[in-house]
């Protein structure tokens, strides 16, 4: 063993590898579900108002500002039933450090979002992933567990597929689990619905969210948690004091209180998903209908990798997924009309 | 136990109390050594440009643009020996998650940043605090420890003292040492010396740079480590892929940039410190002479509690400070000539 070894755990990991991000403006990015849409004027106003503001002091340790003006736009209790962070990230890196020890466990569906994993693996935990049944609903015995089950975790809409389980199904769930429910809905508000209600109702289940996908602002990283004011209380004790960044707070601030723009803009999305999914059935792919603001398909060919590749070769970045003992695919983002038109046009191409 | 119930380590542990953050404007605030200056006009253009930049993308992962100009500026062979965090806070975070395991060990020195103290313990490992000698020298006791000791932290220049462990016995204490030594230099631009070239000659030392001090930008939340790159690869795999605000990001490679900017600052508030020194002397304090921009004192009437409490309620913030077995007293910042002189007015007045 050297002076500079890392814990056991970690060396034995696989690092999680997020989608390419090449330099702006090269390509047309479709591969990691960022709106193709600029943030709300009124967060570029704010931004650049806070530039000459109190930069060299701390900002406030908990995004009061924020949760302020979130609590009362999604109809919360309090600001206390929010928990502020740098991204979603960081706050599902707190919600796993807070619940799972060494050698205990968490859940998620399969297949998921993969990085719950990684997060596994770097706190030295044990993950279980529980195969969607078809129709990606979920059995049974993802509600059941053992005292070893800490944690389990549920992308509601899920990705890759962008499908949704019911609302019912979810508060069974909990009530059946032994262990925290984290509902991670990054992509929401593209959805429609949502299980902010079910926080009140069950103390167990807890609603992840970001700021990077709807409302445009991947850049500020900016994420939350909701949950009674009991468990973020303890949760808040181990995050950085500091992590939510002035600028980033101010910004996010702003984009929560653009609720008009959010509208427009999801409605603008899903009427380009529906086109999406209709032009792509109509070029022979299986399309997954979609409730985020994605699309996954696949098509009989089985020449996922070399479409990929052939789009990447024409300046247009898809993700290419490869689960394994389950399949492959395409997860192609929602752009503006004119991105997803070039993107479609490329596939008809390789196709005929 | 109860469903949400967190790991056991955590409720059992003391949450870090960060200093005092009130409102905006209503006190001068010596209490948590942010600069009283305003960061370099490249700064604020910098930021002010970035804010119609593509804040809808995911900024880049390893914050290139810091990394580049930061590795010029302090002479690092490459951008590889710098990973860049939300914050020292972050790099500290993943230090403790990367080399400390559940049960394991690290090492502080004492009065020192109790920081270190809650991330062992959200870790669920263990620490140990080594007593600094008479003059604010280390035993050598300090470099040594067995298999179970992971990770060894060392603020240089020290807080509260605000002294420094020389160079030279930093090179002997890492030889020594079975593990990392982390050198906290948050803030060495005051010191006039630090401890990157050791960075190279052993593999083991690990120096931590925040830009929240010197820099004048606590409010953007950067910071970063300095190490060999083969360890910064390691440690890199367990931080959130996308940790460092695209704004963030742009404000801290400004900055880095602003060395002439830095020199003027560093210059001036050390001629503060010098003034804060002799007149808190002539007033009656034991003064520990500063390589800091704060200046730690006592007072042999031992009122440093009901000194710190007459400020307050003049509207001027200073940390009072107490370590158990140890002793208390005041750590008051460097702030401006007029908010020093504020500060030393008062005490006068309640001395007299």
């Not at 209790?77 to 502020?84: F, K, M, N, T």
């Not at 019912?168 to 909990?174: M, N, R």
């Not at 601030?253 to 959010?262: E, N, R, S």
């Not at 399309?287 to 990929?308: D, I, L, Q, R, Y």
Request: aromatic share 8%; hydrophobic share 40%.
């Amino acid at each position: 063993m050297s002076k500079t070894d890392l814990r056991p755990a970690l060396s034995r990991m696989l690092p999680y590898t997020p989608g390419e991000q090449p330099p702006p403006g090269k390509f047309i990015k479709l591969n990691t579900n960022e709106s193709p849409y600029p943030p709300p004027q009124e967060v570029i106003r704010a931004i650049q108002d806070a530039a000459t503001g109190p930069l060299n002091r701390y900002p406030d340790p908990t995004a009061r500002s924020f949760r302020n003006e979130a609590s009362r736009v999604l109809g919360l209790p309090s600001p206390d039933w929010i928990l502020a962070g740098n991204g979603s990230d960081e706050i599902l890196t707190i919600l796993v450090r807070g619940f799972v020890g060494e050698g205990q466990k968490l859940r998620l569906p399969y297949p998921s979002y993969i990085l719950y994993r990684t997060l596994a693996d770097i706190q030295g935990a044990r993950w279980e992933q529980t195969p969607f049944l078809d129709g990606w609903h979920l059995p049974t015995m993802f509600g059941q567990g053992d005292a070893d089950l800490r944690l389990v975790l549920l992308p509601n809409p899920n990705s890759p597929s962008g499908t949704i389980v019911p609302k019912d199904e979810i508060a069974k769930l909990a009530e059946s689990l032994p262990c925290p429910l984290v509902v991670d809905e990054a992509y929401a508000d593209f959805a429609g619905d949502n299980c902010l209600d079910l926080v009140r109702s069950h103390d167990n289940i807890l609603v992840t969210r970001t700021l990077s996908k709807s409302y445009a602002l991947a850049g500020i990283r900016f994420g939350f948690l909701v949950g009674s004011p009991a468990i973020l209380g303890k949760l808040g004790n181990i995050k950085d004091s500091y992590n939510c960044d002035y600028l980033a707070t101010v910004a996010a601030t702003a984009a929560i209180g653009a609720q008009d723009w959010l509208r427009e803009t999801v409605e603008t999305m899903n009427q380009t998903r529906a086109r999406m999914e209709t032009r792509l059935a109509e070029l022979g792919f299986n399309v997954t209908p979609s409730k985020a603001n994605f699309v996954w398909c696949t098509h009989p060919s089985g020449e996922h990798e070399a479409m990929h590749q052939f789009l990447k070769k024409n300046q247009v970045l898809v993700r290419y997924m490869n689960f394994p003992d389950w399949g492959d695919g395409l997860r192609i983002s929602v752009g503006t009309d004119q991105q997803v038109d070039a993107c479609l046009m490329l596939l008809e191409r390789y196709l005929s």
